[in-house]
T-cell receptor
């Protein structure tokens, strides 16, 4: 079945450091891929998405490219801020069921 | 755009009582809404898929008689936790779908004493 694997956290970075959170997937069909962010005590916010191979999603300085050849959708940001501290979820939208399949989440902590 | 609200944001109830959580899409209509449960420091677990005007589809292992879902309109779905017990304490999150994208509510923290 479809699945998503994220790098384990927590990831601790200093402000202005570069961020990469790895995400790989297995899927049948042609899924859409998503990154969601969850701040403490809150629901999930859509950060970015890509709907087909080679698409790049971007938002608030974050970006991720849908790479079908490596079945990956790694999240990147060139310079993180303290306010980026949160839990990041990679998710796959099943083309068969419409359901989201989530990775386990990666906690990012950015220190001043 | 694509704002989803939940009410209440937190609730404390006594064991054996029922609790209703509302999920509303504020600026769009959603034929499909989803209900999730999240345990501390864990990912989201899909409980059920709610379709407007029809019965909800529950995931394996989720008791449909305990977690009653009603999707009465294109902007409102409700989750009722019946005869709640302490093990039902959790963070419940809903989402509403626009095509292939789900937009999430802020969540409801349920504590059962």
């Amino acid at each position: 079945g479809d699945s998503v694997t994220q790098m384990e956290g927590p990831v601790t970075l200093s402000e202005e450091a570069c961020l990469t959170i790895n995400c790989t997937y297995t899927a049948t069909g042609y899924p859409s891929l998503f990154w969601y962010v969850q701040y403490p005590g809150e629901g999930l916010q859509l950060l970015l998405k890509a709907t087909k191979a080679d698409d790049k999603g971007s938002n608030k300085g974050f970006e991720a490219t849908y790479r079908k050849e490596t079945t990956s959708f790694h999240l990147e940001k060139g310079s993180v801020q303290v306010s980026d501290s949160a839990v990041y979820f990679c998710a796959l939208g099943s083309s068969n069921t419409g359901k989201l399949i989530f990775g386990q989440g990666t906690t990012l902590q950015v220190k001043p | 755009g694509a704002v989803v609200s939940q009410h209440p944001s937190w609730v404390i109830c006594k064991s054996g009582t029922s609790v209703k959580i509302e999920c509303r899409s504020l600026d769009f209509q959603a034929t499909t809404m989803f209900w999730y449960r999240q345990f501390p420091k864990q990912s989201l677990m899909l409980m059920a898929t709610s379709n407007e005007g029809s019965k909800a589809t529950y995931e394996q292992g989720v008791e449909k008689d305990k977690f009653l879902i009603n999707h009465a309109s294109l902007t409102l779905s409700t989750l009722t936790v019946t005869s709640a017990h302490p093990e039902d304490s959790s963070f419940y999150i809903c989402s509403a779908a626009i095509q292939d994208t789900q937009y999430f509510g802020p969540g409801t923290r349920l504590t059962v004493l």
